[in-house]
């Protein structure tokens, strides 16, 4: 079946360092992928898609580059801020006819000043 | 142009109670999902509604139901509560769903239910 997995958290660095979030996916057909981030006590907030093979999807400094030969679609910031601790979620939808978003588990990020 | 919105945004029910949770998605929009967020499952797809007709149904019992109104709103309900479902619901809303495949959702900021 079709399925999202993602690195385990949490995940710490330090202001300004690079992030990379790690997400491989499992599924039939072209799925479409997405970012969404949930900040504390909130809902989810799509960040990025990519809905075709090579597409990079890209918003708010963060970008994600929807690979099919590596079943990929790892999220990557060059200089994070402390704003961007949050939940982050890789998640797949199904191209045919489900509107149903199969998530990723989740990566806890905490960014120290 | 306003979100989603749910209410309650919190609420504490007791084992056996029943509850109605409330979606109002973006205007324009006639599809609206509901989605369960636990900390054991993580988020799992419960239902999609659109033009008041259920479209999609996740891997959830009996005791999950929902409807959508004219104006698209969509409620939830879930009957004779388990300490289990203690959870955020998050609605979400597109304009035609799964009818496309290709639309953003845009999600709500939850209900967090807690069931003692």
């Known amino acids: 079946g079709n399925s999202v997995t993602q690195m385990e958290g949490p995940v710490t660095l330090s202001e300004e360092a690079f992030l990379t979030i790690n997400c491989t996916y499992t599924a039939t057909g072209y799925p479409s992928l997405f970012w969404y981030v949930q900040y504390p006590g909130e809902g989810l907030q799509l960040l990025l898609k990519?809905?075709?093979?090579?597409d990079k999807g890209s918003n708010k400094g963060f970008e994600a580059t929807y690979r099919k030969e590596t079943t990929s679609f790892h999220l990557e910031k060059g200089s994070v801020q402390v704003s961007d601790s949050a939940v982050y979620f890789c998640?797949?939808?199904?191209?045919?006819?489900?509107?149903?978003?199969?998530f990723g588990s989740g990566t806890r990020l905490s960014i120290r000043p | 142009k306003a979100g989603v919105t749910q209410t309650p945004r919190y609420l504490i029910k007791t084992r056996g109670q029943q509850v109605t949770l409330s979606c109002s998605p973006i205007?324009?929009?006639?599809?609206v999902s509901w989605y369960q967020q636990t900390p054991g499952q993580g988020l799992q797809f419960l239902f999609e509604y659109f033009s008041e007709t259920q479209r999609n149904k996740g891997n959830f019992p009996g005791r999950f139901s929902g409807r959508q109104f004219s104006n698209s709103r969509s409620e939830m309900n879930v009957s004779t509560l388990e300490l289990g479902d203690s959870a955020l619901y998050l609605c979400a809303s597109s304009l035609y769903g799964s009818a496309t495949g290709q639309e953003t959702q845009y999600f709500g900021p939850g209900t967090r239910l807690l069931v003692l």
């Open positions: 998640a797949l939808r199904k191209d045919s006819s489900a509107s149903k978003i199969i």
């Open positions: 205007s324009g929009h006639r599809s």
């Open positions: 990519a809905t075709k093979a090579d």
